[in-house]
């Protein structure tokens, strides 16, 4: 015989090769959870899904399927409430300052040749694809996307194997898709066209089509809860004796806030109420859509062997408001109901039922899908940062930050609105009340101390006022008073220098500021 005889001294190399052996399992089981390639990625992003307001509650499978099986993130900001400059900045990993994606418009760089050309051909999908993902897109892109000034439906962004997008803004039937470049025009039959049910739809086809031996990154984009809020027939019904919140700054006076938030009704009108009060309860009913759409992909996952090797990341482009400071509809303001977004995740290394405090943004999700893939972040173009290790601290060491930016550039129309002609030219998303959601100096940008002892928000208008607006949401929590005329000048001084600082920085330096 070759090997040692009993009760023989082993050979010198055995205890190398057990130890060797030993620290490959232990590799393979930090990896992946046993599998030999990477794990997959799955990332759900809904369109205007505030969770201030209690956007999450009909969303009961989604919770238990994603929060209660991983983690939910309590403190999850979008950088910049409004759909494009938001969806650029998840795509990117960028600021808007850095994305140059300013607003909704072809004019505003949304989906525009700026765009195509420089961040778009960096976006996390492209360094997914080079690392071997299959990757498949489904939903709503851009809201300019598919148009003639951003390239028609020919235009695929690179990284894409399969692409289902969306042309123009959200629409649940009656509407164009890019199918991996051509044109594909749907109606209004629920069967075949709802859009919430095509995304899931030509996602499982995707699972059963792919090849095994790859990992694989789909980015589904349901329409809800996005106007114009049609339900599937099943769920019309559904709330009906549901009303928008009253509690927090529901219909309460802008005072002392920038003038956009000065010069709506108060109190609301009666009209006004039972108008967001329908709005509410319909976007809620479009969400039991997306509710089913997720536990149909979790129990496809599961079916096909894959749900214990694939992050599913669930989240918004923004939040929303409804009635906040006698405003009626809509997103694009500073305060927490449009900034904060829901973010749920569940995947490999993942403790069930963890609820996060750590801040997290928008752009950091390419960081955290590109970690999990393996991607050397150093050799990234990204503002963000990867959240990985705080929801599997045996995976990675990572950081977090205490200061972030939130910044956004207002639009308005270059004539009078006609719901509003007192207010004149630079306004627009008005209501009959003549109260309008936007103009061309609402802009702003905010930095947000949020690091476990303090929460504090310091904003700057670019106005003819140079209007400040500061928060201790400590104490708070709503934004109910501005207290940048109480607070000590030495504080908002600080304030001022760390904006300048987020402002202006790039990369490693958005990831410093002190």
Not at 149 to 158: D, L, Q, W, Y
Not at 175 to 199: A, R
Not at 332 to 354: A, M, S
Not at 467 to 492: A, C
Request: hydrophobic fraction near 30%; charge should be neutral; aromatic fraction near 10%.
């Amino acid at each position: 015989m070759d090997g040692p005889r009993r009760g023989a001294p082993a050979r010198a190399g055995l205890p190398s090769a057990l130890a060797l052996l030993a620290l490959l399992q232990l590799t393979c089981c930090v990896r992946c959870a046993g599998s030999a390639r990477a794990s997959n990625v799955v990332l759900v992003l809904v369109d205007d899904q505030d969770v201030q307001l209690g956007g999450m509650t009909p969303m009961k499978k989604t919770k238990a399927l994603i929060g209660e099986t991983g983690a939910t993130f309590v403190n999850a900001f979008t950088v910049t409430p409004l759909c494009c400059p938001s969806r650029s900045s998840i795509l990117s990993g960028r600021y808007p300052h850095n994305h140059e994606v300013r607003n909704n418009s072809v004019s505003g760089n949304c989906s525009g040749p700026l765009w195509q050309k420089g961040p778009e051909s960096d976006a996390f999908p492209v360094y997914l694809n080079k690392q071997g993902y299959q990757t498949f897109f489904a939903g709503k892109y851009l809201n300019q996307y598919g148009g003639k000034e951003a390239g028609g439906v020919g235009h695929i962004p690179p990284g894409w194997d399969q692409w289902n997008a969306l042309v123009g803004n959200s629409q649940y039937y009656n509407y164009t898709l890019s199918v991996n470049g051509k044109e594909e025009k749907h109606g209004d039959d629920y069967q075949k066209d709802y859009l919430t049910d095509l995304v899931l739809n030509r996602s499982l086809h995707f699972l059963d089509d792919r090849s095994p031996q790859h990992p694989f990154f789909i980015m589904l984009s349901p329409p809800a809860p996005h106007s114009p809020w049609t339900a599937a027939p099943q769920y019309e019904k559904e709330f009906s004796n549901v009303k928008a919140p009253r509690d927090g700054s529901f219909d309460k006076p802008g005072k002392d806030k920038h003038w956009l938030l000065r010069q709506p009704l108060n109190p609301m009108t009666n009209s006004s109420l039972m108008f967001l009060d329908d709005a509410y309860r319909r976007r809620w009913q479009t969400l039991l859509s997306v509710d089913d759409m997720v536990e149909k992909l979790v129990k496809k996952l599961e079916s096909i062997k894959e749900l214990n090797d694939t992050y599913i990341f669930y989240t918004s482009d923004n939040g929303y408001h409804t009635g906040q400071f006698s405003l009626p509809i809509d997103k694009r303001q500073l305060y927490d109901f449009d900034i904060r977004i829901p973010l749920l995740v569940r995947g490999p290394g993942i403790k069930p039922n963890q609820t996060l405090q750590a801040p997290v943004l928008h752009i950091d999700l390419g960081p955290t899908i590109l970690d999990i893939a393996g991607v050397n972040l150093s050799r990234v173009n990204m503002d963000g940062q990867s959240f990985l290790s705080q929801m599997a601290p045996s995976l990675r060491n990572g950081t977090t930050r205490p200061y972030f930016l939130v910044e956004y550039t207002g639009e308005g129309l270059p004539m009078p609105d006609p719901y509003c002609p007192k207010l004149g030219p630079g306004v627009s998303e008005c209501f009959p009340d003549c109260v309008c959601e936007d103009a061309n100096n609402n802009t702003y940008a905010c930095v947000r101390t949020l690091d476990g002892k303090q929460d504090m928000q310091y904003c700057e208008f670019a106005d003819s006022e140079s209007f400040v607006e500061f928060y201790n949401l400590s104490s708070d929590p709503h934004q109910l008073e501005n207290i940048v005329k109480k607070v000590d000048p030495t504080i908002l001084q600080t304030m001022n220098q760390r904006l300048i600082q987020l402002q202006s920085c790039v990369g490693e330096s958005c990831r410093k500021v002190k």
